[in-house]
C-alpha cells in the first residue's frame, strides 16, 4: 500500500500491529506510545520529513480516547493535573510545530534532537526505578464500593492542585506543572509526541506522583494537544510548499487504529501490573531508541 505523503509503501496490516505492541506497554505508564512509532517510522520505514512529526499527532488523536476511558471508568483520572497539563502545554506544541519546519527539517539535525529527548528521559526513569521504594504492590481494581485505587478529594487552585489516592494526599505547585508543561509542549510538538513521554516521567521522578494516577491525566493531554499540533501543521502546509508538512492521514490512522486497540487493553492491564516493570519496559525502549540514534547501536 502506497502513502503519497510519507512517499513510502508498506504492507496495510504492519502500521497497526506495530502501534498495537508499542501502546500497550507505553499507556500503562501514561505515554502514548507516539515516542517510539516517530523512530519507527524514520528508520525503518524512511518518513523523515517534517510531516512524520504531523501524523504522529494523527496517531495519538485517533488511539488515545479508549485509553483515557479506562482510567476514567475505573476512577483514576485526576481532572485538575489534566487540565493544568492542557492549558500548559498547548501553547508549547504550536511552538514546537514551528521550530520543527523551521529549523529542524533536516533529518539527521531532527534525529540528534530526539536523541537527547529520549536519553533524557530514559536516564530519568532509570534513576527512579533504582530506588527500592518505588516496587509496592499494584493497585486492584476499585469494584463494589472498594476505595482502594480511587482517585478522590481533587482540587485546583491559582497557587496548588492536589488529590487523594490510597490513603495519601497529594499536593504540587499549579505554577510548577504550568510551566514544566509549557517547557514540554515545546519539544513534544517539536518531536511529535504531545508531550505525555517526557512529563509523566517527571510527574512520577521529581514530583512523586503515583504512576496509576498519572497515566490517565498525561494521555488526555497529549490527546488534546495533538489536536492543536495536527491543525497547526495541516495549517503551515500551504505557506511551505517545498516540504512535507502536512500529516500523512491515511498512515496516520492506520497506526491509531492499532493504538486504539493497543491502549485500551493497555489501561485495562494496567492495575494488575507492578509500577517498576512498567517503568523498566519504557526505559528500555527509550534508552535504546535515544542511543540507536546518536549511532552506537
Not at 481532572?79 to 497539563?85: D, E, F, Y
Request: with cysteine; glycine share 12%; aromatic share 14%.
Amino acid at each position: 500500500m502506497y502513502f503519497p505523503v510519507a512517499g513510502i509503501e508498506v504492507r496495510p496490516w504492519l502500521p497497526p500491529l506495530i502501534a498495537f505492541v508499542i501502546s500497550f506497554f507505553t499507556s500503562m505508564g501514561g505515554v502514548s506510545g507516539a515516542f517510539l512509532l516517530l523512530p519507527f517510522q524514520m528508520s525503518f520505514l524512511g518518513f523523515v520529513s517534517p510531516s512524520v512529526s504531523a501524523t504522529n499527532h494523527i496517531f495519538n488523536i485517533v488511539a488515545i480516547p479508549s485509553g483515557v476511558y479506562r482510567y476514567i471508568k475505573e476512577g483514576r483520572m485526576v481532572w485538575p493535573l489534566t487540565w493544568a497539563v492542557i492549558i500548559g502545554t498547548l501553547p508549547g506544541v504550536l511552538a514546537g510545530a514551528v521550530i520543527r519546519v523551521k529549523y529542524l527539517p533536516d533529518p539527521t539535525t531532527f534525529k540528534r534532537f530526539a536523541a537527547v529527548v529520549l536519553l533524557y528521559i530514559g536516564v530519568r526513569l532509570l534513576r527512579d526505578i533504582l530506588k527500592k521504594d518505588q516496587d509496592r504492590p499494584p493497585t486492584r481494581a476499585p469494584d463494589q464500593g472498594q476505595k482502594g485505587g480511587i482517585v478522590s478529594n481533587a482540587f485546583f487552585t491559582v497557587k496548588s492542585l492536589g488529590y487523594t489516592f490510597e490513603g495519601r494526599q497529594y499536593e504540587v505547585s499549579t505554577l510548577t506543572i504550568m510551566v514544566l508543561s509549557l517547557t514540554v509542549g515545546i519539544i513534544g510538538g517539536v518531536y511529535g509526541i504531545g508531550g505525555g513521554a517526557i512529563i509523566a516521567p517527571f510527574f512520577v521522578s521529581f514530583l512523586g506522583l503515583p504512576i496509576y494516577t498519572v497515566a490517565g491525566a498525561t494521555l488526555m493531554g497529549t490527546m488534546i494537544t495533538s489536536i492543536a499540533g495536527v491543525l497547526f501543521f495541516q495549517a503551515m502546509a500551504p505557506f511551505v510548499p517545498n516540504m512535507a508538512v502536512a500529516p500523512d492521514w491515511g498512515l496516520g490512522l492506520l497506526f491509531g487504529l492499532g493504538g486504539f486497540a493497543g491502549m485500551y487493553c493497555g489501561a485495562r492491564m494496567q492495575r494488575f501490573v507492578p509500577a517498576r516493570l512498567i517503568k523498566s519496559i519504557l526505559t528500555f525502549c527509550i534508552l535504546f531508541t535515544g542511543l540507536r540514534y546518536l549511532g552506537l547501536f
